[in-house]
């Protein structure tokens, strides 16, 4: 008898012994979230651009890594720190989406209905809303040349920028940069063609996420974001926060309350009055599984 038939392995002897993960999406936003707070981990960027393709591993947005908070956060009350790396392995300043679905976890896990968490762009207020549905405090938006940041300065509302049809849009940071076009129809622009040609542009230092919007009405808009590291996607939270603020900036609304139409679903966008965004929106649990080890199967 072969050594191949006396070793006989069940389907569950057979999966990967790795790192537990959950893979959770908001508005068909996906993301591969693992807990790392009692045993940090800093991924490698090989390991992130496998595991995030859909052909080679599990197929996610972002890799999104829970770690324990920093001491100023902690002090501010946040219970956990988190981190996002996009597709290309490189890591994110931010992610509306993600935060939505690691705070949905926190909430669950603590029984609470309100959570505080850290980010690179400081420490947000989560809230439960309702059955799997999360808002949370995005803090707020700059158009200062510096923080989005810029090259060199220049009048962030009108920026003297043009890709095909696109042009005359305005820059905006809300932990991460973006620019926003306001356009006629979004299903008439070749964004997947036009948006990289803008994201290498040299004013954009740290590259940028590139968004479309149509104002619907004082109170709704269409939007389609193009992100750094990802290319199209079916929602952008902190995308639908600056595209909102910037229909104020640009006095096309008078309505601090907009509901933007991603491909993904609705998100709801609130300015406050200090310029910083509020965003609520539905999260999704898909599975859990293990992340095979480095150089396992």
């Not at 790795?18 to 908001?26: D, Q």
């Not at 926060?241 to 509901?259: H, I, Y």
């Amino acid at each position: 008898m072969s050594s191949e038939r006396s070793s006989r392995k069940s389907w569950s002897e057979m999966a990967p012994r790795g790192r537990p993960f959950l893979k959770m999406h908001g508005l068909q936003n996906h993301f591969v979230i693992v807990d790392g707070r009692s045993d940090s981990w800093q991924p490698g960027e090989e390991e992130i651009v496998r595991w995030c393709d859909v052909r080679r591993g599990i197929g996610a947005d972002q890799l999104v890594v829970v770690e324990k908070p920093s001491a100023e956060g902690k002090a501010d009350g946040a219970v956990a720190f988190v981190r996002f790396w996009n597709v290309d392995g490189r890591e994110a300043e931010a992610c509306g989406n993600a935060t939505r679905c690691v705070a949905w976890l926190l909430l669950e896990e603590r029984g609470s209905d309100e959570v505080r968490l850290e980010t690179r762009m400081g420490v947000l207020d989560c809230r439960r809303i309702g059955p799997l549905r999360v808002s949370t405090g995005m803090g707020r938006v700059s158009t200062d040349w510096r923080a989005i940041p810029l090259s060199r300065q220049v009048d962030t509302c009108h920026l003297d920028l043009q890709s095909g049809p696109l042009k005359d849009p305005i820059a905006l940071n809300i932990g991460n940069p973006h620019v926003v076009f306001f356009v006629k129809d979004v299903d008439d622009i070749d964004l997947e063609t036009l948006a990289p040609p803008i994201q290498e542009n040299p004013l954009f230092p740290e590259q940028v996420n590139v968004g479309i919007a149509q104002m619907l009405s004082e109170s709704s808009m269409r939007l389609r974001v193009y992100e750094r590291g990802a290319g199209l996607t079916m929602a952008c939270g902190s995308g639908a926060c600056v595209a909102a603020f910037a229909a104020l900036a640009r006095g096309l609304t008078d309505s601090r309350k907009m509901t933007v139409q991603l491909p993904g679903g609705d998100l709801d966008i609130e300015i406050l009055a200090d310029g910083s965004a509020v965003m609520t929106g539905p999260v999704e649990f898909c599975f859990s599984g293990n992340l095979p080890e480095e150089g396992g199967q």
